[in-house]
């Protein structure tokens, strides 16, 4: 796998709102920045806005994923994150820092480090600490650390309902949609609504029941977010 894994686009901007579990607008304001309170916020995620309604690639996607674990509704910090983003950008010379291995590794944490303190971002958002004299990676980050599945450096897939769960989204797999063994987890929801336990369910698609439970409990929470 190369970086060009991370530049795909896989999914409209509604589409990969859907899947984080957070709202379009919030999403639209990480990838494109905006206006509020009379004040204009270049983007954390791009470079720079894309305009229009441009698909979402597949790094933008994972790193949208990393905001998601600290997200503070509203109060993200966009001038802070955009900077430290891009401080790492230019020290690890790679287009999508976050989506990128380094920065979580022992070798890379003193450069995030450096680099939080170098836009000043809050505490709260930091993705290194130092714990015992040593530089460690803080909850949310190391969270996020262990759901990637990573392949040569870069974000191969990902464990969208965290590190214990069968849940994956990968780029080359059913167009980056959840699937667990390959089989979609929509699909399975689908033959449990039509009232096929789940041992039917395993038995068709060659899973186990453990796998057609975590896939139904995914799919149950995902509707529970689209209702409320």
Do not use: C
């Not at 919030?26 to 309604?53: C, S």
């Not at 063994?181 to 041992?199: F, K, L, Q």
């Amino acid at each position: 796998m190369t970086t060009t894994v991370l530049d795909r686009e896989m999914y409209t901007e509604a589409e990969a709102a859907r899947l984080l579990r957070v709202s379009p607008s919030t999403l639209h304001y990480w990838l494109e920045g905006g206006e509020r309170r009379n004040k204009t916020y270049q983007p954390i995620i791009r470079p720079e806005p894309r305009g229009g309604h441009a698909d979402v690639t597949w790094a933008e996607f994972v790193e949208a994923g990393l905001l998601k674990a600290y997200r503070r509704d509203a109060n993200v910090p966009m001038r802070e994150l955009r900077t430290f983003v891009e401080v790492l950008r230019q020290r690890l010379d790679v287009p999508y820092p976050l989506a990128h291995q380094r920065p979580y590794v022992t070798s890379g944490r003193a450069l995030v480090m450096e680099a939080q303190k170098q836009a000043d971002l809050a505490g709260d958002w930091w993705l290194v600490g130092e714990a015992s004299g040593q530089l460690a990676l803080l909850p949310a980050a190391d969270a996020f650390y262990r759901s990637v599945i990573w392949d040569n450096d870069v974000a191969g897939g990902w464990r969208i309902a965290g590190e214990e769960s069968p849940v994956v989204v990968d780029p080359d797999v059913r167009f980056g949609r959840p699937n667990v063994g390959g089989i979609s987890t929509e699909v399975i929801w689908e033959h449990n609504r039509a009232g096929e336990s789940d041992d039917e369910i395993a038995e068709d698609f060659g899973l186990s029941q453990a796998d057609v439970w975590w896939a139904l409990s995914y799919e149950q929470a995902s509707r529970a977010k689209r209702v409320a």
